[in-house]
């Protein structure tokens, strides 16, 4: 352990003075104390720039500061002073670099131009940006079949240029699309759709204001989504109950002192947050859920008996559902033992939790990662969507559906294209807008992707943003498969470790960031994103670029394209990149029910929310129906021989992170300092295991595909975690992660559940 690591309990409320100082430390650190708070005043405002954060939507613009600590942390990270110019590789090679950490790399600085791997030299080395388009456009030609070439998306990336992205990959021949939604809320996309026949959630931010209780499964508010904090002061302040599951107690769940409340900041009390907060065993929220509606249907029946009103919402279950019998049989044949024992909580704790739901008029049932990066994760969120649905919760002010999306334009990706099964629909749209016939076969996701490129199927690999090495599952094998392509392309604003472990090959391509002015032919442009809640709107930078070297995503996505592909009359690369309205004007004809008046209506403030037929409760299901749907599956996975060594393992972001992005060494709510090779164990687990407070460990995965997988070095905390249950940072623990691991039908990578072995290192 370094001499700044240490362990000390955080005592304080989330928010309050804590994320003040934080802001203002992250400024400095990025050289951009002045600039820097000037910047955020303009982030989530009309005529402003979206946080390049989570995705949180923005409020109704009653205050100046629409942001919250992470956020601000995001914008000095992007807005920093710090320069990564040709002259820091001339001193670095890709070896040497390797060994700094994810932190340091990315602490730089901005990258101000494009770079091609020189592997006689080790070093990446500064090419021009025609010179780069036309090299990545003959590599892509090179390839026999279309298919082997896999484009990458980040959540971060706004409509225009998802949307580009998507036509040049289908216009060059394939539907290898692997994005982040893939790790994260694939289980969503993948579940919702047969529950109520959309694949996104089903409030508004007003919502929050007419519920009265809130369900929270498996979502840390405080490091992921922070802003939604305010929404659930308010709601609790108002007298909502808010009923939280989580393996770990997170402070923003318990307490929360409003920065923005200068009552609140002088008195340091802050509101309770949590109601009630139920501790799930890790993989045990399918179990609580079961358990909960368990406890309903035994009601309703009791109520049937006694000839006292129903309990469940019996006008609703008839005219909009289908399976409410089965369900309610199959619920009533799982035993009370086997929901205790598999989720972890009392019988009595979960009776509270339904007298709660119960009395509740509207419910709105939120959740995050700990629900989708599990076997059962596609099954978790359809059994939410039942509990929803026993009493009506779906399609009225104050209930309904709320998964929490990560990054800020990840839900728009996916609704302008970038997805590996596109309907048919779809590509007849793109066929006769654009005069060409995309391609059919559906392609690959993340981890078919990774399974391909280390097959040596797949050969070439283009990045928009993010950093796939890092976030990706089975590090170990993603590397390797990474080394095997031909061609590997990073559009970035910051170098990251997947830029050096690259294929042979290599580009690295430095963009505009949300935060800056996008100047092109046609003036002044704007972008549009499409927050968690289904709501679009424009983006505007004010910043003066990092570097007068840097191209816009669009301008770099078309400039490939155009090195790349045949002369296309119908696509006008050079006109879209000269005026976005263009790219809005052809994405409303392939998507017309989507975006009617899409120029028009993002120059209104605050934009406009895409039409979501659950409002009016129509379902666009296969039997016009939504569908109560059962899983006879209660645990998440089945009991290893040595059951007593085992310890459930789920990876977590601590405070000073956003995704991959390291922004700093701190998890102070979890009073982590200094250091991020942790793992949080309960005190009797270790004390079983005969391992020390504060010693070093190993972990290594519990699997039977004869592959070792382990990672050394960890410090082992003692916390408030379940028995049987631990938890650390990623990436560092994404190599513990098999890629055969997977959600049932949603392929997501099962991060959040992973069987380990913890080992004391000898000193």
């Not at 402070?251 to 947050?273: H, N």
């Not at 700093?664 to 020390?692: C, H, I, P, S, T």
Request: with cysteine.
């Amino acid at each position: 352990m370094s001499h700044k690591a240490k362990i000390k309990a955080y005592a304080g409320p989330a928010g309050g003075w804590g994320a003040l100082e934080a802001v203002e430390k992250h400024l400095c650190r990025q050289k951009v104390f002045f600039s820097g708070n000037r910047t955020l005043l303009s982030i989530n405002q009309p005529q402003g720039f979206d946080c390049p954060g989570c995705g949180w939507p923005d409020p109704k613009h009653t205050s100046s500061f629409e942001y919250c600590e992470n956020g601000a942390k995001a914008v000095a990270w992007e807005t920093t002073k710090k320069r990564v110019t040709p002259a820091f590789f001339a001193e670095h090679t890709v070896t040497e670099l390797l060994e700094w950490t994810d932190f340091q790399l990315e602490d730089e600085g901005r990258l101000t131009h494009p770079l091609v791997y020189d592997a006689a030299s080790d070093k990446y080395v500064a090419i021009g940006w025609e010179e780069a388009f036309q090299l990545i456009g003959a590599e892509l030609r090179k390839l026999t079949d279309p298919n082997m070439a896999e484009f990458y998306t980040s959540g971060r990336a706004s409509n225009e240029a998802a949307f580009l992205f998507q036509l040049f990959a289908r216009a060059f021949g394939t539907n290898n699309f692997p994005d982040c939604s893939n790790m994260c809320h694939e289980s969503t996309s993948v579940g919702l759709p047969p529950s109520l026949g959309v694949a996104k959630g089903t409030v508004l931010l007003e919502d929050f204001e007419h519920a009265d209780a809130i369900f929270i499964f498996g979502q840390n508010p405080g490091t992921n989504s922070p802003r939604m904090l305010n929404d659930l002061r308010a709601a609790a302040r108002r007298g909502a109950a808010i009923v939280s599951f989580n393996p770990i107690r997170e402070r923003a769940l318990e307490r929360f002192v409003s920065p923005q409340q200068p009552v609140e900041m002088i008195s340091l009390i802050g509101t309770q947050i949590s109601s009630q907060y139920h501790q799930v065993r890790i993989g045990g929220d399918m179990a609580a859920i079961k358990g909960i509606m368990k406890a309903v249907i035994e009601a309703d029946d009791a109520a049937q008996v006694a000839g006292r009103p129903r309990i469940v919402d019996v006008e609703f279950i008839r005219n909009h559902t289908h399976g409410f019998e089965a369900l309610a049989d199959s619920i009533r044949q799982t035993s009370w033992d086997d929901i205790v024992l598999h989720s972890g909580l009392s019988r009595d704790a979960i009776d509270q939790v339904a007298e709660v739901y119960m009395r509740a008029k509207a419910v709105i049932g939120v959740w995050g990662m700990g629900i989708t990066q599990h076997k059962t994760g596609v099954a978790n969120v359809q059994q939410i969507v039942n509990l929803l649905l026993l009493r009506g919760n779906m399609g009225r002010p104050g209930a309904g559906a709320c998964p929490v999306r990560g990054h800020s334009n990840v839900q728009g990706n996916r609704t302008v294209g970038i997805t590996e099964k596109p309907k048919p629909e779809f590509l007849d749209r793109m066929s006769e807008v654009f005069r060409f016939e995309p391609p059919r076969r559906w392609g690959h996701d993340v981890v078919e992707a990774i399974e391909a490129m280390a097959e040596g199927h797949s050969k070439a690999f283009l990045g928009l943003g993010g950093n796939f090495f890092l976030a990706a599952p089975d590090t170990e094998l993603t590397a390797r498969a990474m080394r095997g392509l031909d061609l590997s392309v990073q559009i970035a604003t910051k170098l990251n470790r997947g830029h050096l472990v690259h294929g042979r090959t290599a580009l690295i391509l430095p963009c505009l960031g949300r935060t800056e002015i996008d100047m092109q032919a046609g003036g002044p442009q704007s972008i549009t994103v499409e927050d968690s809640m289904s709501c679009v709107h424009a983006s505007m930078g004010m910043n003066k670029p990092a570097d007068p070297n840097l191209k816009s995503e669009i301008a770099i996505v078309a400039g490939i394209a155009k090195a790349t592909l045949r002369p296309n009359a119908a696509i006008d690369w050079d006109g879209m990149i000269a005026d976005y309205d263009l790219i809005r004007d052809k994405m409303e004809e392939v998507f017309p029910d989507l975006f009617p008046d899409y120029n028009a209506r993002i120059r209104k403030p605050g934009g406009f929310r895409l039409y979501s037929p659950v409002d009016e409760r129509s379902w666009k299901t296969a039997n016009g129906k939504a569908n109560f749907l059962i899983c006879e599956r209660m645990a998440e996975n089945d009991m290893p021989a040595d059951r007593e060594r085992v310890l459930e393992l789920m990876t977590i972001r601590s405070h000073d992170q956003y995704n991959t992005t390291i922004y700093g060494l701190d998890d102070r709510y979890r009073g982590v300092f200094g250091q991020r090779m942790v793992v949080f164990v309960n005190k009797k687990d270790r004390e079983r295991l005969g391992l020390a407070q504060g010693g070093q460990v190993e972990m290594n995965t519990v699997s039977t595909d004869g592959v070792e997988r382990r990672v050394a070095g960890f410090t082992l905390i003692d916390y408030d975690i379940p028995e049987g249950c631990c938890a650390a940072y990623y990436p560092e623990t994404n190599p513990l992660v098999p890629l055969s691991r997977k959600a049932d039908r949603s392929n997501t990578p099962t991060s959040k559940s992973i069987p380990v072995h913890l080992t004391a290192l000898v000193a």
